[in-house]
């Protein structure tokens, strides 16, 4: 199917780790294949355009825009919805995918997350966990979502407590929880070979299996596993079987990581790996207190969507990736979304620059995400900032808790609209010109959150669209101008939208 572009027509979608190539202009080029998601973050095989149209195929489509033109799978539905971006997610909300109508639990936003893996990488102890705990509360910080990373339990698979790094952890999990912590695991739909668990789910069936009926062994990052076959009810009954006897001990909830497509085999016959990828999203999705990255057709869900571990870099593959592909999280329908872990989370990036760590780009991240659904820290501040920076913080977690009612009102209505919670200015303000800004947001239909995103810079130029607003300097009628405001103490620039315009 060949499809030209409309007069000033801008396209946005698809795969949340391309938001950073997004929009997609008439001047541009852009390929995709989503018949299977090779990115590491969420992927919906669809399409939303300025002028208000919607390209869609549940099965996934290959799509080629080229200067003006589209070239995809004739599988794919053009569908005229209306006149701008909101008529044509709207569109979608109701007719691409369902609307759940539920929010993942509000631990997720009431404070910030903390997780244990930058701290501890693959040296997860029960001492290393509380002591990191204890030095969240100490050094002034909310105590909310406490994850605990990969490496606390015998083997993959094995979901229970290593018992040599964690001599009692139903003992630990009350003392995080008498500090005030809900704690989260994290686990994934593999199994370590040749252990119990492994032996028992090839008896009863779980286990993805190849063509000689032995289980399928797949490579993934930490190795080689066997791989539940979820969505089959003897994996789903056994996984939740896991998940019940830990929480049962006193954890809260799950960090559900990998069901990467790449991951997963290509069978004749058998669900596709987007499918199984699909599956392992609706699988979390019945656990209130959830993250996941990796996705495909899973908007719509009540599910906290991270971005994937980020280098700690000023550049589009770090710091400027952020705002970028919250908006394309947004657009594709996952409105709970989370900017990766404050400074990055690409563990062997941050460990290689530990020495010189950028304390400007740590606090610029912090900026970013302090007014997005989800705020997550993993480096210790206390740690590795000095007194300046960690003041930063603080200042930008205080503004956060000033806005919360706002977030949460928000996230209620994305529960129950599917709307983006970050959303793109083109989605509230079409017709203004502001098709291909990507460097600043509105949460929701009220706020426009402008953070710092350049090393050394105290100020930036902000487009104020058209309406009343009030800014850090007092009230300002825009005529749809572009302004310069300051970033003062580290803070984004908030701009918020009088009533009567909204």
């Given amino acids: 199917m060949n499809v030209p572009f409309l007069s000033g027509e801008y396209w946005y979608g698809g795969a949340s780790h391309d938001g950073v190539k997004m929009p997609i202009g008439a001047?541009?080029?852009y390929e995709i294949d989503c018949t299977k998601n090779e990115t590491p973050n969420q992927m919906m095989p669809l399409f939303l355009s300025s002028k208000g149209r919607c390209l869609w195929a549940r099965e996934g489509f290959h799509i080629r825009f080229n200067r003006g033109e589209i070239v995809c799978d004739d599988c794919a539905v053009l569908t005229e919805c209306g006149e701008t971006l909101k008529d044509a997610f709207q569109y979608a909300a109701g007719h691409c995918f369902s609307v759940s109508g539920k929010a993942p639990d509000?631990?997720?936003?009431?404070?910030?997350?903390?997780?244990?893996?930058?701290?501890?990488?693959?040296?997860?102890?029960?001492?290393?966990?509380?002591?990191?705990?204890?030095?969240?509360?100490?050094?002034?910080?909310?105590?909310?979502?406490?994850?605990?990373?990969?490496g606390w339990a015998e083997y993959y698979g094995g979901w229970r407590f290593h018992s040599g790094r964690f001599p009692d952890a139903a003992a630990m999990l009350r003392e995080l929880h008498d500090m005030g912590f809900q704690v989260m695991m994290w686990v994934v739909p593999y199994i370590s070979p040749d252990t119990m668990a492994y032996r028992h789910l090839k008896e009863i069936g779980a286990l993805i299996c190849g063509e000689d009926g032995e289980p399928y062994i797949?490579?993934?990052?930490?190795?080689?596993?066997?791989?539940?076959?979820?969505?089959?009810?003897?994996?789903?009954?056994?996984?939740?079987?896991q998940l019940k006897a830990l929480m049962e001990l006193g954890v809260d909830g799950f960090k559900f990581d990998g069901g990467d497509c790449v991951y997963y085999p290509e069978q004749e016959g058998a669900p596709t790996p987007n499918e199984?990828?699909?599956?392992?999203?609706?699988?979390?999705?019945?656990?209130?207190?959830?993250?996941?990255?990796?996705?495909?057709?899973?908007?719509?869900?009540?599910?906290?969507?991270?971005?994937?571990?980020?280098?700690?870099?000023?550049?589009?593959?770090?710091?400027?990736?952020?705002?970028?592909?919250?908006?394309?999280?947004?657009?594709?329908?996952?409105?709970?979304?989370c900017a990766d872990m404050i400074g990055g989370?690409?563990?062997?990036?941050?460990?290689?620059?530990?020495?010189?760590?950028?304390?400007?780009?740590?606090?610029?991240?912090?900026?970013?995400?302090?007014?997005?659904?989800?705020?997550?820290?993993?480096?210790a501040p206390w740690r590795v900032l000095g007194k300046e920076?960690?003041?930063?913080?603080?200042?930008?977690?205080?503004?956060?808790?000033?806005?919360?009612?706002?977030?949460?009102?928000?996230?209620?209505?994305?529960?129950?609209?599917?709307?983006?919670?970050?959303?793109?200015?083109?989605?509230?303000?079409?017709?203004?010109?502001?098709?291909?800004?990507?460097?600043?947001?509105?949460?929701?239909?009220?706020?426009?959150?402008?953070?710092?995103?350049?090393?050394?810079?105290?100020?930036?130029?902000?487009y104020v669209p058209r309406g009343m607003w009030q800014t850090p300097q007092g009230p300002m009628q825009s005529a749809g101008e572009w302004h310069v405001f300051a970033a003062e103490n580290c803070l984004p620039i908030v701009l918020r939208r009088s009533k009567e315009n909204a």
């Fill in 276 to 337: 199984r990828s699909e599956a392992w999203v609706r699988f979390g999705a019945q656990y209130a207190l959830n993250e996941y990255r990796a996705s495909w057709m899973d908007a719509g869900l009540p599910v906290m969507q991270r971005l994937c571990d980020k280098p700690h870099s000023w550049g589009t593959d770090g710091l400027g990736a952020l705002i970028p592909n919250m908006l394309a999280q947004g657009i594709t329908g996952h409105p709970f979304c």
């Fill in 106 to 150: 509000a631990a997720l936003w009431r404070a910030p997350m903390f997780n244990t893996w930058i701290e501890l990488t693959f040296y997860q102890t029960q001492e290393a966990v509380l002591r990191y705990a204890r030095g969240i509360v100490e050094n002034g910080f909310t105590p909310g979502v406490l994850m605990i990373d990969d």
């Fill in 389 to 462: 920076a960690n003041e930063a913080i603080h200042r930008q977690l205080k503004l956060r808790s000033e806005y919360l009612p706002v977030l949460e009102e928000v996230l209620r209505q994305s529960a129950q609209t599917g709307e983006p919670a970050v959303r793109y200015l083109e989605y509230e303000f079409p017709g203004e010109g502001c098709e291909a800004i990507t460097d600043c947001f509105m949460l929701g239909d009220a706020l426009l959150v402008a953070p710092i995103l350049q090393p050394g810079q105290t100020e930036r130029r902000v």
């Fill in 345 to 379: 989370g690409e563990y062997l990036n941050f460990a290689e620059n530990s020495d010189k760590l950028d304390e400007e780009l740590f606090v610029c991240h912090s900026a970013v995400s302090c007014l997005t659904p989800g705020i997550q820290f993993s480096a």
């Fill in 218 to 241: 797949t490579r993934w990052w930490n190795g080689c596993s066997a791989v539940l076959d979820i969505g089959r009810k003897e994996a789903d009954d056994w996984m939740h079987g």
């Fill in 27 to 29: 001047n541009d080029c």
